[in-house]
């Protein structure tokens, strides 16, 4: 009886396991191939509970992920499993999603082995060769200290070179994703799975966004994938120093850039620093084609848009654009919440809901003000030796809110359109009815109506003593360019009003 009853057991498992691959391929069939490998890869494990007579059919069980990046997964892919479900196994079909264990491997994983064969291919098609790594000299395996310590220039760095310095646990799997940087994120992952195909990645946005938190994120990401791979992780400044210093006989040229050419992946943040910097530049430069050429993939941050960078050079500037960049915005409530949840979550603290929400509702202009404002949570609760309330919340973040809502005065705002658009100061209040000029005065207007408080009045006599009906007819007419998605005239150039309005607000927060 017992064999007979293994006997059936196996097959009924080799049932499920057939059908659950029926599943997978039709799911994968409907999202493509690409967005699978990036998204899912091998993290998703599905198995199918047997119609046991009830007439219900059969039940299929997702298991994928956890925290934030299932409940994102759950969302976005619900309607395609569903019916991948039912092309499979029929209309009655039924799908349930599990979170993953917490250690299981963190989303999106490693891509299919033809994908990781071509993400080493160069772009002629030539397979780029193996170099020996210390897991394949030494046959051992490597660990998670070890791969930690790689994030220095490299093991064998030339004299005179400075090792990054870095925070522990900046990990893409703690990065909460939302509208305001999804993007992004999802550029860092296509970089990550495929090495070379969409490089130079150049994420740009204010400060306090994430840049930081998914450039270190995707070296980690990098050894958990491609295990042997070398990841360079450097800050603009770290790059500079090292290169000065190799120019100037510290270690010498060739050893710098073995350094840095020997890369698989190599990530540099705050590109910014490097205006001005002309010999630093044309080293980057070189550095990005030899990269290039071998298939390599390259990740840049920066605190603002490529346009708004004109002194790094028209031959730079049309290699990074040659890539892809992807913008950052400060984040939004959702986002900010899973931040909050997820801090206290990380350091064990019991934060009640109405706590979390006040404080993603409050602290609205960068990541960094959530960090201070659940370190001041903490601290208070254990100098106090109370719990985390919505009252105490309130009166020891009192002052950090304040702060954040800080009022924006009708000085900011012409002061941020002319540094936004490189607008002399003054010729917003001038005479002058040019569209170069009419324009940028009456998205200030627009704005001042937006992010102030000010009367009507005040606004108009702001902007060149203008009567109250020229603001009102200002504000109607940028209203409807933003409904048609106009294009706006902005120091000589062609601006999308959006786009415009968006380097404006990124002025205005950066202070």
Request: hydrophobic residues 40%.
């Amino acid at each position: 009886m017992g064999n007979a009853r293994d006997v059936v057991e196996a097959a009924e498992s080799s049932d499920g396991e057939r059908i659950a691959e029926r599943v997978l391929k039709a799911f994968r069939s409907r999202i493509g191939d690409d967005r699978f490998a990036v998204w899912f890869g091998n993290a998703v494990r599905l198995s199918v509970e047997a119609d046991s007579g009830s007439g219900r059919g059969q039940r299929v069980i997702v298991t994928v992920g956890s925290g934030f990046t299932y409940d994102w997964l759950c969302r976005t892919f619900r309607a395609e499993m569903a019916a991948a479900a039912c092309d499979a196994c029929g209309p009655s079909a039924e799908v349930a999603w599990e979170p993953a264990a917490a250690d299981a491997v963190a989303l999106p994983p490693s891509p299919p082995a033809e994908a990781a064969t071509q993400a080493r291919r160069r772009p002629g098609g030539r397979r780029q060769a193996d170099r020996p790594t210390a897991a394949t000299t030494s046959g051992a395996a490597r660990s998670p200290q070890s791969s930690v310590r790689e994030l220095s220039v490299v093991a064998q760095q030339p004299k005179g070179v400075v090792s990054p310095s870095r925070r522990p646990g900046l990990r893409l799997a703690d990065f909460v994703v939302g509208p305001s940087n999804r993007m992004a994120y999802g550029g860092v992952e296509m970089a990550v799975a495929r090495p070379g195909e969409i490089s130079p990645l150049v994420i740009h946005g204010p400060s306090g966004v994430g840049k930081t938190h998914l450039l270190e994120g995707a070296c980690e990401r990098a050894r958990e994938i491609h295990p042997g791979v070398n990841a360079v992780c450097l800050s603009a400044e770290q790059f500079t120093t090292a290169f000065l210093h190799a120019l100037h006989g510290g270690g010498g040229l060739p050893g710098f850039r073995r350094t840095c050419r020997s890369a698989d992946l190599l990530v540099i943040d705050d590109l910014h620093f490097f205006v001005g910097k002309k010999a630093t530049i044309l080293e980057l430069q070189h550095t990005l084609d030899f990269l290039q050429r071998q298939g390599r993939q390259v990740i840049l941050g920066c605190d603002r848009e490529l346009d708004a960078l004109p002194d790094l050079g028209p031959d730079l500037l049309t290699r990074l654009r040659g890539g892809m960049t992807a913008r950052i915005l400060p984040p939004d409530y959702d986002v900010r919440r899973g931040i909050v949840a997820a801090i206290c979550a990380k350091r064990g603290l019991t934060a009640p809901d109405d706590v979390v929400q006040y404080v993603a509702t409050n602290m609205t202009r960068h990541a960094r003000e959530l960090f201070g404002a659940v370190n001041r949570l903490e601290a208070t609760s254990q100098m106090l030796g109370l719990p985390i309330a919505l009252d105490m919340a309130a009166e020891a973040l009192a002052d950090l809110v304040r702060s954040s809502a800080r009022s924006v005065r009708l000085a900011d705002i012409e002061r941020a359109v002319c540094k936004a658009f490189g607008i002399d100061s003054g010729s917003l209040q001038s005479a002058r009815r040019a569209r170069t000029t009419s324009h940028p005065r009456m998205l200030a207007m627009f704005l001042a109506r937006k992010h102030t408080h000010a009367a009507l009045v005040e606004i108009g006599s702001f902007f060149g003593r203008r009567s109250h009906s020229t603001v009102i007819a200002a504000q109607k007419a940028v209203g409807e360019w933003v409904a048609k998605r106009s294009q706006i005239v902005l120091a000589d150039a062609a601006w999308d009003v959006e786009e415009a309005i968006r380097r404006v607000e990124d002025v205005l927060r950066a202070g």
